[in-house]
């Protein structure tokens, strides 16, 4: 009995962990912290706080997708994971030379503050997907999912390991939720040109996130990928 205890524990920790681990560096929510306060710059706090929510729920329902069922849907699609890295990447990459060239702009050039409502609209394009839950984090859940085992001979054994999972998934939608819903906070030390100076690196380091990715899968089609 002891011993069955502790298989569950292991097998449900084991999942939570590789998943969580494996998901957070590339979804980096206190990285995207400073691009998510440049997208709601001007909103009072109860729709940045929705907003925060929305959007953690939404990269919940993403990467639980991807996880499940996404190799499936590529399949059924007749798409490979080389052409969603490629166009995906393309995505990240505008969107980060976008921010980028925003950035640069003097206070005078500087467009007005949008209204809550065009912010809302964002919520899933562009902020959730790609800046939140973008190729990269697709394409670790596809891989995760696509190698788990499709048969095993303990149901229990399966299920704890979806449930873990699942877990992680969670876990890192709760911690989007709070970098974004506090990223005012976190941010405030900084001043306003430390916010500027990290909203620039942040953009940066997006553009060139999205030329790797596109690297990656440029690389795996080369390799056979498609």
């Known amino acids: 009995m002891h011993e069955s205890v502790l298989q569950v524990i292991q ?6 962990l590789f998943v969580a681990l ?21 909103v009072d706090d109860a729709t940045r706080s929705r907003l925060a929510r929305i959007i953690a729920y939404n990269s919940f329902l ?31 990459a505008v969107t980060g030379w ?7 702009e003097t206070e005078e050039r500087r467009a007005p503050a949008p209204s809550a409502e065009a912010v809302m609209a964002s919520a899933f394009y562009p902020l959730t ?5 973008g190729p990269g984090s697709i394409a670790v859940m596809l891989t995760i999912g696509s190698s ?13 390991g979806a449930a873990g999972g699942l877990a992680g998934v969670a876990a890192v939608a709760l911690s989007i939720y709070a970098s974004y ?12 040109s430390g916010i500027n100076a990290l909203l620039r690196l942040s ?23 498609l």
């Open 62 to 92: 993403l990467a639980t997708a991807s996880l499940l069922v996404g190799s499936y849907m590529l399949r059924f699609f007749g798409l490979s994971l080389p052409a969603v890295q490629i166009g995906g990447g393309l995505v990240v």
């Open 129 to 133: 997907m790609p800046l939140t839950v």
């Open 98 to 104: 976008r921010l980028l060239s925003r950035g640069a």
């Open 181 to 192: 819903r506090y990223a005012d906070r976190i941010l405030r030390r900084l001043g306003q």
């Open 148 to 160: 788990a085992p499709k048969a095993l001979s303990d149901p229990a054994t399966a299920l704890l």
């Open 203 to 225: 953009a940066f380091i997006l553009l060139c996130l999205g030329v790797q990715i596109i690297l990656n899968g440029y690389g795996a089609f080369v390799a056979g990928g």
């Open 11 to 16: 097998s449900f920790s084991h999942a939570f």
């Open 22 to 42: 494996a998901l957070f560096p590339i979804v980096n929510p206190l990285g995207m912290a400073p691009i998510f306060l440049s997208f709601t710059n001007g």
